[in-house]
């Protein structure tokens, strides 16, 4: 059930409160001053507390600021029997949640604490969702070459660098990019991703710097493209080798100047966007065949991050065996599987061209043709189908 606190000196209202929370099915605890507040906010967490004003030696907008540092995502009603605009208005500045005059309708306050519990209902979900989607994109392995990747987003994260990120198919480079936005000064802003090679070359122009209604045939309303939509974070522009040069002259603009233009408008927009690109082409021959430009190629590549391909790092092979037979027993909703040393081993010496992707396709496989634990037969059997 939810946990509700009081903090008020007025034992009547204490009384009051506890009893019309209690009998909506609320766990309801009770402090007579800010101070003692303070403490069981600091011992259980609170899924809403409500808390008078003016109260003896510490006021309501002194708990609510301590309280904001100690559990800042809980949701916090303020009550005050002579409450004014100013004081609602500080109130909320100093992260409050809502605000009520004593004494509280009891309609009103029981809507203002089931909305606080579905914020704070949320903000939970969305830290879980967070936690399960940082796992997903982790970066597993303890290799030299691993190593080196990391080192480099350690260092290159905190700055606003451009970085282009190499490396074959299936290595990797999207996990590098996101580690770089997450460790980032611009980890609060959106990551917006672009592949390149997905979106044909007449349409590149109109999905990085959007268009305006009219400007050609199928243009029936105004479009936001990629470069606005990242403002204040990150754009990801994968495989950029193979964007089209007439769209690389515009994003050469965009790096020079922060500033684009949509497709069929004439105004300059500012943008403020970090850069991170990646290719499994190499751009250097791609600029001697005159089909990438050097001056873009100098532009993106402040910082070169190289991810290896997986048969320079097979040492990693078991961590990311047993993270993928979680990671896809978490999908099925059943119990991890086991694999094996032998069958892992097995594994190891295999030639893996298609890189982390396909250790993780040919995982999936075990899994599913397998009993509860992969063998070495299994892995024999069906890490390399034979194919008719």
Known sequence: MP???IIDDERAIRSTLKEILEFENYTVDEAEDGQKGLQHISKTKYDVVLCDIKMPGMDGIEVLERAMEMAPDTPFIMISAH????TAVEATKKGAYDFLQKPPDLNRLLVSVRN???KSKLVTETKILKKKISKTYEMVGTSEALGRVKQAIEKVAPTDARVLITGPNGSGKELVARAIHEH???AQGPLIEVNCAAIPSELIESELFGHEKG????AVKQRIGKFEQANG???FLDEVGDMSLSAQAKVLRALQEHKITRVGGDKDIQVDVRVLAATNKNLLEEIEAKTFREDLYHRLGVILVHVPPLNERREDIPDLVQK???DIANDYGNKAKTITPDALEYLKQLDWR?????LRNVVERLVIMSGQEVTLEDAKAYARPAVA
Request: no cysteine; proline share 0%.
């Open 3 to 5: 946990k509700i606190l």
């Open 83 to 86: 409450g004014t605009i100013d």
């Open 116 to 118: 606080a519990l579905d």
């Open 184 to 186: 980032s000064n611009r």
């Open 215 to 218: 400007s050609f045939t199928s």
């Open 233 to 235: 974070g990150t754009l």
């Open 324 to 326: 993928f037979l979680q």
């Open 354 to 358: 298609g890189n982390v992707r396909e």
